[in-house]
């Protein structure tokens, strides 16, 4: 299936700036993930510097985004990290991708089946894209139970192979029963990101992380 896929200098930059975003925003955050992986050492057990990498890409795109003059928030609900926009009708996680990850000929996927609260945030994805005006409606009048219900949620995906970080900033359609997302609704492709050779294990080759079973309350 073909999705909208933005690439090239100005239709990214366009597509980030329509988020409130820029690469350099999502570069910084994905190079302090790299510089936690680089922590690590071939002594910590394979999903340290994964789980490393995404923790800190996620604190720096809080670090960057929640101060002025970008004004947005962040939530841990249900073990579901993300960061707000301001007007809180969308949220980005971070999620490590499979080898299609930044590559405009393919449908790239989470490396790892996903949980029930981004599983949830998919399927709330496939109801408010189908309906946008319904988003809009419920902004305007819900209470912050509602409104999180009806926040659209994009995914930085992202993957290192050897001393490059293929990354997107990419809008997930539907997600299957497993936990893996099957198609998008939008991808915005940006420039893979050159990072220091590291000796620890890349997300190509690393083992798999730990998976948090939540229950929601």
């Known amino acids: 299936m073909q999705q909208n896929v933005k690439q090239g200098v100005i239709p990214v930059t366009n597509a980030l700036a329509d988020l409130g975003l820029t690469h350099d925003i999502l570069r910084e955050a994905i190079e302090q993930g ?26 720096s795109l809080r ?3 929640i101060p002025k003059p970008y004004e947005w928030t962040k939530t ?5 990290s993300t960061v707000i926009s301001p007007d809180g009708s969308f949220q980005i996680a971070v999620l490590t991708g499979d080898l299609g990850t930044g590559l405009v000929d ?3 996927t989470s490396k790892y089946p996903k949980g029930p609260m981004i599983q949830e945030a998919v399927k709330a994805n496939q109801q408010l894209l189908l309906f946008p005006e319904a988003q809009k ?11 999180a219900e009806n926040r659209i949620t994009w995914i930085l995906l992202k993957r290192r192979s050897g001393d490059l970080v293929y990354a997107e900033l990419s809008l997930p359609k539907t997600i299957s029963k497993s936990g893996f997302v099957e198609s998008w609704q939008v991808r915005i492709i940006l ?14 080759a690393a083992g798999e992380t ?8």
Do not use: M
């Open 34 to 59: 790299e510089i936690a992986r680089a922590s690590c050492t071939a002594n910590d057990p394979p999903c340290v510097p994964g789980i490393y990498s995404w923790g800190s890409t996620v604190r």
């Open 210 to 217: 730990i998976e948090v079973v939540v229950k929601r309350r």
């Open 63 to 65: 670090d960057i985004l």
């Open 76 to 80: 841990d609900d249900g073990n579901f």
């Open 137 to 147: 409606a419920a902004d305007e009048a819900a209470a912050k139970q509602q409104a």
């Open 191 to 204: 420039n893979p990101v050159e990072v220091e050779p590291i000796a620890v294990l890349d997300d190509d």
């Open 106 to 108: 393919h449908n790239p």
